[in-house]
């Protein structure tokens, strides 16, 4: 027989076809298994518009077999099948889809379920395959053809033998290691889970196991066969396409262990089930703990996507916002084409809108699970609640109004985490601010000079992470109120008449101590620090633990705080202070400097010059 070139067709569209549109070569399988399936569906389908044509539809299968000494892996199925001019058709022309014609001429029937819609799917076998056959016979013919290519050079149609109708495709495997895992059964076992998993017909293959035979005597030793068994692997109806009603919390529990390796119960689950302009299914986990690179660069978010059963995408990242980039799950529509690069992925209308559905159900279970089981949230909160603040002040604050009601801090009142409107359902009459203050630890920021001092009279956030106040700076006001650091200057009208009167009359001074520390922009008296002598506070919009968070990125500006040394105009260190500008100027900044240096111990800050400080200190302790 004469071989045929292809219509469309030169070696460069073909590799181009490869190449370009599979990004790995596994996926060869998960395309032939689709086309396999189609051709099932096509046949039962005509089986029920056609009283003639008698199938039953628990007979369908697919199988998959290895011969290893020939290097062939074959894909069977008990289809349609195809005549002598179909093989040509569909087969001779690259991106001829004949599922693509199949539906196109049934638009008006609804039950049609079919997966591929695109026709460069069959030729990925060449990326495996050294010679692909296809040995066909249509339903109701009498005649079988096959067809056999090598490759780009073309392809010879011709008539063979076969006994039922179908369709047979043998892949002749190239040689060399990178390819051998293709005729390993557990490597192909693997890879049909992986894909084909919710194929809705069964895929079969011969598995061999090994059984301990039966002893004829009590004293005989253990003997052990090999038995080959044919076993369907793929789990047939996915989880997420049945009835809600009849699915058990542990049902949903094992799914997900399963499918995500996590033995953990993962806090709750979100089933979807959506009919409309379009139509999806999806099934969303929410883990209770972080995976353990989350926080790191190697992490990569993204929903299992699928297309009716059939894997497209292991990650899509497009279907989740990254500040819900810890959800799991998997989404399932007939609206997205089988085979879509991700570049095209990043455009799709239909995904798109898939993703702004589930946006909104992932944050209207957050809520419920905030309000209706809290102790579930905070476990959510301790997880994951970095990556909400993240969102917040990530994209220039645009999503700060869809986030800023799920973040929650430790909060003074009571020692629990608080939401922001539940702190402003608790606020006094005349507050007029949101107090929270930054630090490395609750106990460090409970016994720091600005909070002891006003924990007594208002609620303060204790923002521990180095995201909570670059989060909390971006919402800026909540309900009203002003979010403020308390270790700032908090508002001109809480400064007493006597203090200014103070600050002012010792201007002189303060300016001398800050040439002392050139580091200060500002030394000043206060009334707010109880039995503290003095605290480091900040003015303007950089605060000190700013400072310190942006220290810590790698390869950025060290941008400082605009440092306040504020002194207790109501302890003894005030006078002495005062006396010594009166007396001994040298030894007002040598003070000056050692209460910079204790002040930025109290903030966690490093000293800068420690050995100075350091004689400093045991020279006055020997006076």
């Not at 007594?456 to 956030?461: A, N, P, R, V």
């Amino acid at each position: 027989m004469k071989m045929k070139e292809f219509k469309t067709e030169s070696k460069k569209l073909m590799d181009l076809m490869i190449n370009s549109i599979y990004t790995n070569k596994e996926i060869f399988l998960r395309e032939i298994i689709s086309n396999a399936s189609d051709a099932i569906d096509k046949l039962h389908y005509a089986s029920l518009t056609d009283s003639k044509i008698k199938v039953n539809k628990d007979d369908f299968k697919i199988d998959v077999s290895i011969d290893k000494q020939n290097r062939t892996l074959t894909i069977s199925d008990n289809g349609i099948g195809m005549s002598k001019d179909e093989l040509e058709n569909n087969l001779g022309t690259i991106a001829k889809s004949g599922s693509e014609d199949f539906k196109n001429n049934n638009e008006h029937k609804k039950d049609i379920d079919i997966i591929g819609q695109f026709g460069v799917g069959f030729y990925s076998a060449f990326m495996v395959a050294s010679k692909v056959t296809v040995i066909s016979k249509a339903y109701g013919s009498d005649e079988a053809y096959s067809w056999v290519s090598e490759g780009v050079n073309g392809y010879v149609v011709d008539k063979h033998e076969k006994n039922t109708y179908g369709t047979d495709i043998i892949l002749t495997i190239k040689d060399g290691e990178d390819y051998d895992e293709f005729l390993d059964t557990y490597k192909i076992q693997e890879l049909i889970r992986k894909y084909s998993d919710y194929i809705t017909v069964p895929i079969n293959m011969d598995l061999e196991h090994r059984h301990l035979k039966e002893k004829k005597n009590e004293n005989d030793k253990d003997e052990y066969e090999t038995v080959v068994e044919n076993q369907t692997i793929n789990s047939l109806i996915p989880l997420w396409k049945r009835n809600k009603s009849k699915i058990s919390d542990e049902d949903y529990d094992t799914f997900y262990s399963d499918k995500f390796f996590d033995y953990e119960k993962p806090l709750t689950h979100i089933h979807t089930a959506a009919e409309g302009n379009v139509s999806y299914n999806s099934l969303l986990y929410i883990p209770s703990h972080a995976p353990y690179d989350f926080y790191t660069k190697d992490y990569e978010k993204g929903l299992q996507l699928y297309s009716n059963g059939v894997l497209i995408m292991e990650k899509c990242a497009e279907l989740l916002p990254d500040y819900f980039s810890f959800v799991r799950g998997i989404v399932d529509s007939p609206d997205l084409s089988l085979n879509i690069s991700r570049e095209t992925l990043q455009q799709d209308k239909v995904l798109k809108t898939i993703a702004k559905s589930l946006e909104s159900k992932i944050k209207k279970e957050l809520e419920i699970m905030r309000d209706e089981r809290r102790e579930d949230y905070e476990k959510f909160i301790t997880a994951f609640g970095s990556q909400l603040k993240y969102g917040i002040y990530a994209n220039y604050g645009m999503d700060k109004d869809k986030l800023m009601d799920l973040i929650m801090f430790y909060s003074s009142n009571d020692n629990k985490y608080t939401t922001l409107k539940e702190y402003v359902s608790r606020k006094k009459d005349d507050q007029k601010n949101i107090y929270y203050a930054p630090g490395e630890n609750i106990n460090r920021i409970e016994n720091s000079p600005k909070v002891s001092s006003l924990k007594d009279k208002y609620e303060i956030l204790y923002c521990t992470e180095h995201i909570d106040e670059f989060a909390l700076k971006v919402i800026n006001e909540y309900d009203g109120l002003k979010l403020v650091n308390v270790n700032s200057e908090i508002t001109k009208e809480e400064t007493k008449d006597e203090v200014k009167k103070v600050n002012e009359e010792f201007n002189d001074m303060f300016s001398l101590m800050k040439e002392s520390v050139p580091d200060l922009s500002e030394v000043k008296f206060t009334d707010d620090l109880k039995e503290h002598p003095v605290c480091l506070s900040s003015s303007g919009e950089i605060s000190l633990e700013m400072e310190k968070a942006l220290k810590d990125i790698p390869n950025s500006q060290h941008i400082k705080a605009s440092k306040v040394l504020e002194i207790n105009n109501n302890h003894k260190i005030a006078e002495k202070l005062k006396e010594l500008f009166k007396t001994d100027k040298d030894k007002l900044k040598d003070y000056t400097k050692v209460l910079y240096a204790l002040s930025r111990l109290m903030e966690g800050l490093d000293i800068e010059n420690p050995t100075e400080i350091s004689s400093l200190v045991c020279e006055y302790l020997d006076k």
